[in-house]
């Protein structure tokens, strides 16, 4: 990271069964939370040129075909200052980068690993809606049974849909589930993530 400039990171999550048969789901961008070093929010499709999408998607092809892989290979990218797509990593399971597919892809991930291990067709990865994802992580100075504060009215507002993990306690910054946020563009998207973090906080009984 250090050696390179970045202006943005991408994700493209590519699914390969036995046939050979690679589809890739939609580039998605990340923002990352500099305290806790996760992802603070995504969106999807990535604001990205129609060149750096095909560069993104066709490495990402490359990539999973060469280790010969059946299952889902997230591969992570930075977009450098002059436009230059360089990966960063990859990761051979579904990704915190595709958990919006389950509600704004034709396939979710989840789904698709099953049709690759399976050795069965692939499905679509057509995007049915714009999207925003958020993390939801536990707020600092609550640690012990978790309750979510707001919960009721962010599922008042249209296209929210709150994904809890089943954890039964809290503490800051630990992971307990995301939050996908659907729109007509990824703008309208972001109008109403930005009302779920301000409403939606993930505390506990005990302070």
């Excluded at 049974?145 to 507002?157: K, N, P, R, W």
């Excluded at 249209?158 to 800051?172: E, F, M, N, Q």
């Amino acid at each position: 990271e250090q050696m390179v400039e970045i202006d943005k990171e991408i994700a493209v999550i590519a699914a390969r069964n036995d046939a050979g048969e690679v589809r890739c789901f939609p580039a998605v961008e990340m923002t990352f939370n500099e305290t806790t070093n996760l992802v603070e929010d995504l969106f999807c499709p990535a604001n990205l040129t129609p060149e750096q999408f095909k560069v993104a998607e066709e490495t990402a092809i490359k990539v999973i075909n060469s280790f010969d892989m059946i299952g889902l290979l997230a591969v992570e990218f930075f977009i450098d200052k002059e436009g230059q797509v360089i990966i960063k990593e990859v990761a051979p399971r579904p990704n915190n980068s595709g958990h919006h597919t389950i509600d704004s892809i034709v396939t979710s991930q989840l789904e698709q690993l099953i049709r690759a291990i399976l050795g069965l067709p692939l499905g679509s990865t057509a995007l049915t809606s714009p999207s925003v994802m958020l993390n939801l992580l536990g707020e600092p100075g609550y640690e012990g049974q978790v309750y979510y504060e707001g919960f009721s009215d962010c599922l008042a507002i249209d296209g929210v849909k709150i994904h809890l993990y089943g954890k039964k306690s809290t503490r800051p910054f630990r992971k307990m589930g995301h939050v996908t946020i659907l729109g007509k563009s990824v703008e309208e998207a972001f109008e109403k993530a930005n009302k779920v973090k301000s409403i939606l906080k993930v505390k506990s009984w005990e302070k």
